[in-house]
């Protein structure tokens, strides 16, 4: 926690020359008050308010104060660490959603595509998918009233509902007359889990994107289906994840420790907050090897799983060095429903790193703008010996501060030219509208996936019915020095519509550098699981 220094008032600096034995007592007691926080607080707020008020009678237009204020709190924070925050009352609504797992409505992963709202994906096991509802499917009507040029907030008001209540749709579906639909709405769940697949008859996949309050029972599920199907290794993904709930980072690790040892602990100011997180034995699973793959944007929570896992030698961490946030917050709600984040504590791995950035107070932009360096990798490397080294379990040298190196350095590489670029970035999302019309219209495609993934090519002519079919101007010649990549791409997609996102990554993989580097690596991941058992 920051010690805050204050300025020593000129009252007493002048009476140092009147004898030490007269201002004595006066230091002393301006000191004492100067270091009260709640006599600062006092005096701060008197301050806080003349200025509130002469912006109120004296500001030339009227003043959104609501909004000051906000600006205010936001200030207030910024002076603690980067990870301190306010969060307005808007804000939170959203948040308590996403890290809850749940909200209600009829369940789809939606996109405004040529002003209607496009259904990419009804969610497993919702409302919508309950009632037949298809990807690709657009929504026309809504209790009646044209859906056309409807706005994103808009949707939400419209969608989202109580349990229980009913919305009227009206849809239209390639290939087919416009239907109506009535729709219950239910308990929606939100996934951290984004795709859980078998990528060959030995590796399972698992995509988890977050760590909210039912993650650790959502791997579970996950490994278990995988183990099922003949699952043998695995690959965690974790990049991209920036964290969540510590508890449930926890638990997520615990899935693969089979001893009794640490995860992870706490240390903060108050004792209170000082806690270990250790290892159930009969949660853990060790029957099979595990390859852990982190990037830059992987943080906190991930970072807890993956420094787990890389100090007690369980699996193999591969890919880029991981964001560096080793510090807990604790969230308070406020009494207008917005809430602040606070940091209480900093987490330690098993062999005891410490794995946060340094930052400096009041001013996070070098703190954000270091993780975009494209040589960072090397400048973190270069500086490696300037950072603490640890011990793992097996007596491997790992290194705390500047977040959790990878044992095995898997940098993205993604070449392809700047038309595909603009295909793959294109908000009306000409791949997925021409993969849907496409699986409409060819029932030769396999009926089962694992068919369908191994053996099943586009036909010869697709690539080009597809850059026809795209109505942004391109450079077609372009585009087809990626005709590998587009393929793929087009095929990832054909999958996700006929069977769901989960297959959709499956086929997607074959155009991930870093998962296809990882999995040359089982052979060391192998290897400590035969250690750890």
Do not use: C
Not at 485 to 496: D, F, T
């Amino acid at each position: 926690m920051k010690q805050f220094k204050f300025p020593i008032r000129l009252t007493w600096l002048a009476g140092i020359t009147a004898g030490i034995l007269i201002i004595l007592p006066l230091s002393q007691a301006t000191y004492s008050k100067q270091n009260n926080p709640y006599s600062i607080i006092e005096t701060k707020f008197k301050v806080m308010n003349q200025i509130l008020y002469f912006v109120n009678q004296l500001y030339y237009e009227e003043v959104d104060m609501e909004e000051l204020m906000d600006g205010a709190f936001h200030g207030i924070m910024d002076q603690l660490d980067p990870h301190s925050i306010f969060i307005s009352a808007k804000d939170q609504k959203n948040i308590n959603e996403l890290f809850k797992g749940e909200f209600q409505g009829i369940g789809i992963e939606f996109d405004i595509l040529n002003s209607f709202i496009t259904v990419i994906s009804p969610v497993i096991g919702g409302p919508s998918e309950k009632a037949g509802i298809q990807a690709g499917d657009w929504i026309l009507e809504i209790d009646g009233a044209s859906a056309k040029g409807i706005e994103r907030e808009d949707v939400y008001k419209k969608l989202r509902g109580k349990k229980g209540t009913r919305v009227d749709l009206k849809i239209g579906r390639i290939g087919a007359d416009s239907f109506g639909v009535t729709i219950v709405r239910d308990d929606i769940p939100l996934y951290s889990v984004r795709a859980s697949i078998m990528l060959d008859n030995r590796t399972g996949y698992v995509w988890l994107t977050r760590f909210s309050t039912k993650s650790g029972p959502e791997v579970r599920k996950s490994i278990n289906s995988l183990l099922n199907q003949g699952m043998d290794r695995l690959i965690l993904d974790l990049r991209n994840n920036s964290g969540g709930i510590l508890e449930q980072a926890a638990e997520v690790a615990n899935l693969f420790i089979t001893q009794e040892d640490t995860i992870v602990y706490t240390k903060g100011k108050e004792k209170k907050v000082n806690q270990a997180f250790v290892a159930a034995p009969y949660k853990g699973n060790g029957s099979f090897s595990v390859v852990l793959l982190i990037n830059r944007g992987s943080a906190s929570a991930s970072e807890i799983v993956a420094g787990a896992i890389q100090d007690l030698d369980r699996g193999l961490v591969v890919g880029e060095t991981s964001f560096g946030k080793g510090l807990v917050q604790r969230q308070v709600d406020l009494s207008d429903g917005s809430a602040i984040r606070v940091t209480i504590a900093q987490y330690y791995t098993p062999s005891g790193r410490l794995i946060q950035r340094s930052f400096d107070n009041g001013n996070h932009e070098d703190y954000y703008k270091e993780l975009y360096e494209e040589n960072r990798e090397a400048k973190l490397d270069s500086l490696k010996k300037l950072r603490p080294p640890f011990t793992t379990r097996a007596g491997r040298t790992v290194y705390g501060g500047g977040g959790i190196t990878p044992d095995v350095y898997i940098p993205w590489d993604l070449d392809i030219t700047v038309t595909t670029r603009k295909i793959m970035a294109n908000p009306n999302r000409p791949i997925f509208n021409w993969s849907a019309k496409f699986l409409k219209n060819h029932s030769e495609i396999p009926e089962h996936y694992r068919d369908f993934q191994q053996n099943w090519e586009l036909p010869q002519t697709a690539l080009g019915e597809f850059l026809d079919y795209t109505t942004e101007k391109i450079d077609k010649k372009e585009a087809l020095k990626d005709s590998l990549y587009l393929k793929i791409m087009l095929k990832a997609e054909i999958a996700g519509t006929k069977w769901g996102r989960g297959e959709l990554w499956g086929v997607r993989v074959a155009a991930d550098n870093q998962i296809l580097d990882a999995l040359k690596h089982f052979n060391e991941a192998d290897a400590f699981l035969e250690k750890h058992n």
